[in-house]
């Protein structure tokens, strides 16, 4: 029986409190069959790529969760999907979560675990936050064999590709957040343990293999976009991809469980699928496109996020991923907490927690440039006010009273503390805004344009810079991307989550600000070239008080302290 509903227990405790269905019970409600899941235990599963039906992803009604720009705890995109997801259900509507996998890293680090909170999680919790299936492992193991190549052919001496070292991008990646390992010089010791060049580590979730196993429609569109992976340049300044080293073969066998996506389950018992998770400051952000075929395959809406505000993860889900998985997503939801509106307003770190409507009139216009943002893609958003104890009456009728002047439909979501209950307005609001039909989903601009062209659209229209300029290295690269034919592809620009610009600090709706690229990354392999505004972290590092130092584990096996 479940715990009483109180904020008095960890989200790792209401988690454990409740009793799982057998993930055969679950798949039932999908009508997938036993025959038909590759069980990891008693309540997860892989479910085979054959279960995804194009038909059926064309009918389905795609809802996408977004944000406006978050404060750095987050503002619950993971929690609102799960309870937006129990409330279609409760409605009586075939509804999927699908999510992406939570990184170790920050699991151990400040941020936490990414599977929901409070009533409004996915579970098995401490599974989905550890090891789960093993995704993430192969995709380290897929990217290191690359990188184990790539220094194995700078060594040989018979089938050697004239691989330039100092232009080598490739890194190899852990799963951890480790400093030490940002920058550092491989290949010491003597002539037999390679050649001496400088390199690092990157978090697994940073991979472009992650974003290539996001990305891609089937097997051989994964072994190709393995096979563009740009790794440099020869002594002769020709491009070297992954497919010179014929290495896409045994990089997709190493991906070959990996690409399938993970069935698991709510705290209400309904099914929630989860797969891939790429950083949306330097990735795509979302989860695979193989995942959310798969909930559109088997049901009638899928609920999914994207990573950070609306400027970051929900431009590059509608540009990106919506256009090399043709998804048509037919509803958005604009999540809105009052601790956001104030931080924006002005309000200090530690005072965001208090209400201040003079702060949360201040801090609208950051929310009121994220609805403007969206109507662009055709998109026009219902506002999920996400609560927080404490959010005041006043609050929250003034911003409901603003979202109705600009035409917006908004509710007040309580699932952290309730579940899908609390989430039942904002599903009806949804559902209303889906069967309205007004909704007519249209990418913010054309692949075909130039770079220059995509990046100014992006940095003007979404971020609401007045220019863009462009370092002294950006340039060299840019015109090196133009010499080996890549100007095609559309961009994923990197920037800070915190602000609209680059620089973190200015909050809020800065206008009449200039966008700085300062280099060039080419992600070839997952189909994007990488602009990057300011400067971007792509391995972690751990906190003064690391949140493993709170996490145990006792003689039965219980864990405690994961969050």
């Known amino acids: 029986m479940d715990m009483e509903r109180t904020d008095l227990h960890t989200d790792l405790e209401i ?12 798949a039932e409600k999908l009508g997938i069959e036993a025959d038909d899941l590759e069980q990891y235990g008693k309540y997860k599963a ?29 503002e619950g995109k993971t929690t609102v999907s799960i ?7 409760q409605l009586g ?32 919790m401490e599974d989905i936050n550890l090891h789960f299936t093993g995704d993430f492992a192969a995709i380290e193991k897929a990217n290191n064999l690359l990188a184990a190549l790539i220094d194995n052919n700078i060594q040989s001496r018979t089938r050697n590709l004239r691989i330039d070292p100092r232009t080598v991008t490739w890194k190899r990646v ?26 690092g580590f990157n978090i697994t979730a940073a991979s472009e293999v992650m974003a290539i196993l996001c990305m891609c429609n089937s097997i051989d569109d994964l072994k190709e976009k393995l096979g563009n992976i740009f790794i440099g340049f020869t002594y002769d300044n020709e491009p070297i991809h992954a497919r010179d080293l014929n290495a896409e073969g045994a990089m997709a066998v190493l991906l070959k469980d990996a690409i399938k996506p993970n069935l698991v389950q709510t705290l209400e018992g309904n099914p929630a699928i989860i797969h891939g998770g790429p950083f949306a400051n330097i990735a795509q952000g979302t989860n695979s496109i193989l995942a959310t075929k798969m909930g559109l395959s088997l049901g009638d809406y899928v609920v999914t996020e994207a ?9 590059k889900f509608l540009d990106l991923k919506c256009g090399y998985g043709n998804l048509k997503p037919k509803a958005a939801v604009l999540i809105a907490t ?35 943002n969206l109507r662009k893609f055709g998109l026009n958003p219902v506002v999920a006010i996400n609560h927080f104890k404490g959010d005041s009456v006043e609050e929250i009728e003034w911003l409901q009273s603003k979202c109705a002047e600009l035409g917006v439909s908004s509710a007040v979501t309580k699932c952290w503390e309730s579940g899908g209950k609390g989430s039942l307005d904002l599903a009806k609001a949804v559902i209303e805004s889906i069967e309205g039909g007004k909704n007519q989903f249209k990418p913010l601009y054309d692949w075909n344009s130039s770079v220059k062209e995509k990046i100014e659209i992006i940095a003007k229209e979404n971020y609401g810079a007045s220019s863009v300029e462009y370092a002294f290295k950006a340039k060299r690269e840019l015109n090196a991307i133009e010499r080996i034919g890549l100007g095609h592809l559309p961009v994923c620009i990197a920037k800070t989550q915190k602000s609209f610009t680059d620089d ?3 909050l809020g709706r800065p206008t009449d600000f200039v966008l700085t690229i300062r280099e060039f990354e080419i992600a070839a392999g997952a189909g994007f070239l990488i602009p990057i505004a300011g400067k971007m972290m792509r391995m972690p590092g751990l906190p003064e008080v690391p949140a493993s130092e709170g996490m145990d584990i006792d003689n039965n096996g219980k864990i405690t302290g994961l969050s």
């Open 338 to 372: 009052m601790r956001a509106l104030r931080h924006h307003g002005g309000a200090l770190r530690e005072d965001i927690g208090i209400p201040n409507l003079e702060r949360v009139k201040a801090g609208f216009p950051n929310l009121e440039k994220h609805i403007e």
């Open 174 to 199: 852990m799963d951890m957040n480790d400093r030490s390992l940002r920058y550092i010089v491989e290949g010491l010791g003597g002539t037999s343990d390679g050649v001496p060049r400088e390199s």
């Open 504 to 506: 973190e600090k200015r």
């Open 307 to 315: 990573g950070f505000g609306a400027d970051l993860g929900g431009e």
């Open 83 to 89: 309870g937006l997801n129990e409330a279609l259900v």
């Open 46 to 74: 892989k479910l085979p790529l054959k279960l995804i039906d194009q038909n059926m992803v064309d009918k389905g009604n795609l809802i996408l969760v977004t944000a406006m720009t978050p404060t750095p705890a987050g």
């Open 15 to 26: 988690a454990q409190s409740v009793s799982m269905k057998p993930i055969q019970k679950v």
């Open 93 to 124: 509507k075939q509804s999927i979560v699908v999510l992406r996998e939570p990184s170790l890293g920050p699991v151990f680090g400040i941020k936490g675990g990414a599977a929901g909170g409070g009533w409004s999680q996915v579970v098995p």
